[in-house]
């Protein structure tokens, strides 16, 4: 079992940077890879970032390549985002996910992610 709690967000403008945190609690965090999704009002659940178990490899939806950064320190248990150039369609609820056992890569569908946090609000102003 693990237990994941975000923080860091909250109301930024258009090109501001925020950094998210998602500490781990549990089982060995360097055990899961690990991502971020968002989910914005009336849309639907999307894949932002994802890390493998060491942090070697990274994966990036196309809208935020670029901008965020995803990274994790496992003597810390922690998962960050470092946002930059927030823009207004960036505002979302967004999520820490650690992926099921068997997984290493990081991946970009949420069905491969076993655990969730409860999720951090983020909000760009124009």
């Known amino acids: 079992q693990v237990q994941l709690v975000e923080s860091g967000g909250g109301l930024v403008q258009a090109g501001d940077s925020q950094r998210l945190s998602c500490a781990a609690s549990g089982r060995t965090f360097s055990s899961y890879a690990m991502g971020w999704f968002r989910q914005a009002p009336g849309k639907e659940r999307e894949f932002v970032a994802a890390?493998?178990?060491?942090?070697?490899?990274?994966r990036y939806a196309d809208s935020v390549k670029g901008r965020f950064t995803i990274s994790r320190d496992n003597a810390k248990n922690t998962v960050y985002l470092q946002m930059n150039s927030l823009k207004p369609e960036d505002t979302a609820v967004y999520y820490c996910a650690a992926a099921a056992a068997n997984v290493n890569v990081p991946v970009s569908t949420a069905p491969e992610y076993r655990y969730w946090g409860q999720g951090t609000q983020v909000t760009v102003s124009s």
């Open positions: 890390i493998s178990r060491t942090g070697f490899s990274t």
